[in-house]
């Protein structure tokens, strides 16, 4: 499982793919997300501009990210 930290309260799922280099682009990102090959907290979901806070977990492709906050 890999992290990705956040310094906001949130982030938004195609932001999130993008920036954790899930996806090469923010295209593949909304392409991804509308044809419901992503999960997030096991739940399939097709909108991109769904937040995520910390504890929310994004799969894609085999891949597994963990959302955290950045503050220690």
């Given amino acids: 499982m890999e992290i990705y ?3 906001d309260e949130w982030i938004k799922l195609g932001q999130a793919l993008k920036a954790a280099g899930l996806t090469e682009s923010g ?3 909304k392409y991804a997300v509308q044809d419901g090959l ?3 907290n096991s739940v399939t979901e097709t ?3 769904k937040k995520l806070v910390p504890g929310d977990i994004v799969e894609y492709d ?3 990210l963990k ?3 950045g503050e220690l």
Avoid: L, Y
Wanted: hydrophobic share 35%.
């Fill in 38 to 40: 992503v999960k997030v």
């Fill in 27 to 29: 295209v593949d990102a």
């Fill in 62 to 64: 085999g891949r597994t």
């Fill in 47 to 49: 909108q991109r501009g």
């Fill in 5 to 7: 930290r956040i310094k």
């Fill in 67 to 69: 959302i955290e906050s």
